[in-house]
T-cell receptor, first 113, second 115 residues
Framework: AQSVTQLGSHVSVSEGALVLLRCNYS??????LFWYVQYPNQGLQLLLK??????LVKGINGFEAEFKKSETSFHLTKPSAHMSDAAEYFC???????????FGIGTKLQVIP | NAGVTQTPKFQVLKTGQSMTLQCAQD?????MSWYRQDPGMGLRLIHY???????DQGEVPNGYNVSRSTTEDFPLRLLSAAPSQTSVYFC??????????????FGPGTRLTVL
């Protein structure tokens, strides 16, 4: 069984401030982890993915995430928020098999000017 | 490449009506899937397919049918629409059948309202 918990359905940050979106996972086997971003009225697009090659993963638009096995976490960070980062962010976990990609409920990021 | 396309973008149905949501991809991806997105619930898998002629149920399959006659197309059929099926529907595809390493490519979504 696998699951994802995203802490905070809404997060607000000031422009230029650190962005931290939290994701904890549960998996019975070593997981593969993803962060997707959804801009208003659009589909999801991949930000970054962890596939066991390196624990610190860099993605598009200056985002990165660190896989911490001891904490079962895969938090998403960006040093300095930009207005264009306002979107909904989804963490997802896969433990293998065809269909098993489980998404979190999403975190809406608001960037305040 | 157009990627993953979905039609229609918006649809309003009356309870009991049937309809088909269309999904097509031009990336020759083996795996295709349908999700529904509801506030506070994230994305939930409805049905998926690992190749032409092969489909299986996801987390919330009731009230929906799918078929996969070609690699490119994966339509989702609502047999008798209910208000509980009001949602935003996303089609996605990925190369290969493993969910572990390959990213999914999502269509723009279909916003369905059932009255």
């Amino acid at each position: 069984a696998q699951s994802v918990t995203q802490l905070g359905s809404h997060v607000s940050v000031s422009e230029g401030a650190l962005v931290l979106l939290r994701c904890n996972y549960s998996s019975s086997v070593p997981p593969y982890l993803f962060w997707y971003v959804q801009y208003p009225n659009q589909g999801l697009q991949l930000l970054l993915k962890y596939t066991s090659a390196a624990t610190l993963v860099k993605g598009i638009n200056g985002f990165e995430a660190e896989f911490k096995k001891s904490e079962t976490s895969f938090h998403l960070t960006k040093p300095s928020a930009h207005m264009s980062d306002a979107a909904e962010y989804f963490c997802a976990v896969s433990s293998g098999g065809y269909q098993k990609v489980t998404f979190g409920i999403g975190t809406k990021l608001q960037v305040i000017p | 490449n157009a990627g993953v396309t979905q039609t229609p973008k918006f649809q309003v149905l009356k309870t009991g009506q049937s309809m088909t949501l269309q999904c097509a991809q031009d990336m020759n991806h083996e795996y295709m899937s349908w999700y529904r997105q509801d506030p506070g619930m994230g994305l939930r898998l409805i049905h998926y397919s690992v190749g032409a002629g092969i489909t299986d149920q996801g987390e919330v399959p009731n009230g929906y049918n799918v078929s996969r006659s070609t690699t490119e197309d994966f339509p989702l059929r609502l047999l008798s629409a209910a208000p509980s099926q009001t949602s935003v529907y996303f089609c996605a595809s990925r190369a290969g059948t493993s969910g572990r390493t390959n990213e999914q490519f999502f269509g723009p979504g279909t916003r369905l309202t059932v009255l």
